[in-house]
């Protein structure tokens, strides 16, 4: 069986082929050199440029797939969540794919790509703790089989990539946040500046596994404000202390809770070299499995669409061609 699967959710164009355990094709344009110069993504702008790429995209894919469209079986593609215009690019030219070819057809949630975007790399046993860390959404999830999540936890404000992408704002880094604070923390002292690691006290029982970022965030923008002398670098890597000591104390409580020794951590944020390093060393490896993706499955792009879509088809999962968008889970 062979699958497309299409990504279009907020700043990236991406297609790709899957078939039979392996990834063919994986091509995936980056919008951020038009939304570089704004500080961040502009969504009218992001679905113009979506519709200007999606389809030369697609016949990339397929060629450097090797295979005509008459091989595709099926038509996996984003549908929620995310920006609705872009969106909607992606869906639309999807469901017409799927219609003028007569190929089955089923909607993805992007975050339920990322939870199980290790599989395109790792054989990984269940049950499983997955850490989803995006620049939209952070998320801690029990997964007892394929397609039996339990959600423990999420973010109240902004999510783990948001703060990364606003916090490099105020330091004058630059968009996307991410890999720039990740450079300039390399020069800094992760210890001189103590932020607070919000709710990790445990005193609502409530908020053992939920995140809330927007205190760090303000702390930092407030460290910055009453010391113009700071020091950047030393800002940004100690931010970044603050930020990954926040989601081990979360992810370590939900593995001890669950009893599970296999973890994921998936999403743009787990590009990070430094988390990577921290997460190895704490989570000891006698004793636990943790599977990152490689960045190129990291950041947003349609392989993972393609693997979970053509997973839902072979359970025989369609939609048909009236689905819609959502920008919320
Ligand atoms: O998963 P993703 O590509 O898109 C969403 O679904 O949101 O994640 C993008 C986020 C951005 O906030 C970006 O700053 C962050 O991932 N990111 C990183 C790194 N690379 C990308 N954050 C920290 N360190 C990085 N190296
Ligand atoms: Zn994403």
Redesign the pocket.
């Given at each position: 069986m062979i699958t497309i699967g299409f990504e279009s959710?907020?700043d990236?164009t991406s297609v790709a082929i899957f078939s039979e355990g392996s990834i063919l094709s994986n091509i995936v344009y980056s919008q951020i050199p038009i939304h570089e110069k704004f500080g961040g993504v502009i969504p009218e702008i992001a679905s113009r440029d979506h519709v200007k790429k999606i389809a030369t995209i697609t016949s990339t894919a397929i060629q450097e797939a090797g295979i005509t469209i008459k091989d595709i079986d099926g038509v996996a593609v984003t549908n929620k969540p995310?920006l609705v215009g872009s969106l909607v690019v992606g869906l639309s030219f999807a469901k017409s794919f799927a219609y003028y070819n007569h190929k089955k057809f089923v909607g993805v949630d992007?975050?339920k790509a990322?939870l199980y975007s290790p599989f395109l790399e790792y054989d990984i046993s269940y049950p499983f703790i997955a850490l989803t860390?995006?620049?939209?959404?952070t998320s801690i999830t029990y997964v007892k089989a394929f397609n039996d999540e339990q959600l423990l936890g999420t973010t109240y404000d902004d999510?783990?990539?948001?703060a990364?992408?606003k916090i490099?704002k105020v330091l004058g880094l630059g968009y996307?946040?991410?890999?720039l604070?990740?450079k300039c923390a390399l020069a800094g002292n992760p210890k001189a500046i103590k932020f607070p690691r919000p709710l990790t006290t445990n005193k609502n029982p409530e908020d053992l596994y939920n995140f809330s970022f927007s205190g760090l965030k303000s702390s930092v923008i407030n460290y910055v404000r009453t010391n113009p002398a700071f020091c950047k670098e030393d800002v940004a890597a100690s931010f970044q202390e603050a930020l990954f000591e926040t989601l081990i104390i979360k992810l370590n409580r939900a593995v001890k809770d669950t009893k599970c020794h296999n973890i994921v951590i998936a999403?743009?944020?787990a590009?990070?070299?430094t988390?990577k390093t921290k997460f190895n060393n704490f989570f000891n490896q006698k004793t636990y499995s943790l599977f990152i993706p490689s960045?190129k499955y990291?950041?947003?792009n349609a392989a993972m669409v393609a693997y979970l879509g053509d997973k839902y088809l072979k359970m025989a999962r369609y939609d048909d061609l009236e689905l819609g968008v959502n920008s919320r889970i």
């Open positions: 959710s907020c990236e995310g992007h975050l990322h860390i995006s620049g939209g959404h999510a783990a990539g948001e990364f992408d490099a996307p946040g991410g890999p604070i990740e999403g743009g944020v590009c990070n070299k988390l960045p990291c950041t947003d």
